[in-house]
C-alpha cells in the first residue's frame, strides 16, 4: 500500500530535551516536506526536500533541522524544543514538482506537547 | 508577505446542493494551485489541481476555476454529499519561482445539512 508513515503519533516532551519525528514514503518520491498545524493558522511549510541531499527553507523553519539521507526518509528534528513548538506535525511527499503535477500525500500526522 | 486566504471560515450547504468554496492568493508567479481535504483526525488529501495557465479544470464531481485576473481560485463540488463535510485547503505552489515551496489558506470548513 502506498502511504507515508510518521512516528511516533502522539509525543509528550518538556523543553530542551531533543527529538526526531520520523517520515517515510514508500512511493519512491522526490519530493518531502514538512508542515505544521496550527488553530487559525493553518499549514505552514517548514522544510522541504527537492531530492537525496537537498533541503530548503519553507516558511517556518526556525527551531527545526531536517536531513535527507536516503530517498524514502526525511526526519524533522528538534534540537531543544520549546512550548511554541506543540502543535500538529504532518510529512507528505510527492513527486517533483513540475513533472506533471503536484499531488503530495500527507502522513497520518503527529501531535507534540511540549510543557 | 505571501498569503492565500478563504474567503469564509464556514460553508454550511443541504445535502444535494452545489457547494463553491473560495479562495484568494496573492503572489502571480505561482506555477499550480491545489485543494486538499481534511477530515477529522486525518492528513490532508488532495482532490485536484490546476496550472497556472489554465482557467478550468474538472475531476469527479468538483470543478476547479482560476481567474489571475483577481487573483481567485473556487473549489466547485456538485450535489454535495456528507461524506464532502471537512475542512477545504487551497494552496499556491512555486510562489516566487520556487517550485518546492507551498503556501496554504487557513481553511475553510464545509458543513452538510442532512
Known amino acids: 500500500e502506498a502511504q507515508v508513515t510518521q512516528n511516533p503519533r502522539y509525543l509528550i516532551t518538556v523543553t530542551g530535551k531533543k527529538l526526531t519525528v520520523t517520515c517515510s514514503q514508500n512511493?519512491?518520491?522526490?519530493?518531502m516536506s514538512w508542515y505544521r498545524q496550527d488553530p487559525g493558522l493553518g499549514l505552514r511549510q517548514i522544510y522541504y526536500?527537492?531530492?537525496?541531499?537537498?533541503?530548503d527553507k519553507g516558511d517556518v523553519p526556525e527551531g527545526y533541522k531536517v536531513s535527507r539521507k536516503e530517498k524514502r526518509n526525511f526526519p524533522l528534528i528538534l534540537e531543544s524544543p520549546s512550548p511554541n513548538q506543540t502543535s500538529l506535525y504532518f510529512c507528505?511527499?510527492?513527486?517533483?514538482?513540475?513533472?506533471?503535477?503536484?499531488?503530495?500525500?500527507f502522513g497520518p500526522g503527529t501531535r507534540l506537547t511540549v510543557t | 508577505g505571501e498569503n492565500v486566504g478563504l474567503h469564509l471560515p464556514t460553508l454550511s450547504v443541504q445535502e444535494g446542493d452545489n457547494s463553491i468554496i473560495n479562495c484568494a492568493y496573492s503572489n502571480s508567479a505561482s506555477d499550480y494551485f491545489i485543494w486538499y481535504k481534511q477530515e477529522s483526525g486525518k492528513g490532508p488529501q488532495f482532490i485536484i489541481d490546476i496550472r497556472s495557465n489554465m482557467d478550468k479544470r474538472q475531476g469527479q464531481r468538483v470543478t476547479v476555476l482560476l481567474n489571475k485576473t483577481v487573483k481567485h481560485l473556487s473549489l466547485q463540488i456538485a450535489a454535495t454529499q456528507p461524506g464532502d463535510s471537512a475542512v477545504y485547503f487551497c494552496?499556491?505552489?512555486?510562489?516566487?519561482?520556487?517550485?518546492?515551496?507551498?503556501?496554504f489558506g487557513q481553511g475553510t470548513t464545509l458543513q452538510v445539512k442532512p
Open positions: 507528505a511527499s510527492a513527486p517533483l514538482p513540475g513533472t506533471g503535477g503536484h499531488e503530495q500525500y
Open positions: 526536500s527537492m531530492n537525496v541531499e537537498v533541503t
Open positions: 494552496a499556491e505552489v512555486g510562489a516566487s519561482g520556487n517550485t518546492g515551496k507551498l503556501i
Open positions: 512511493m519512491n518520491h522526490e519530493y
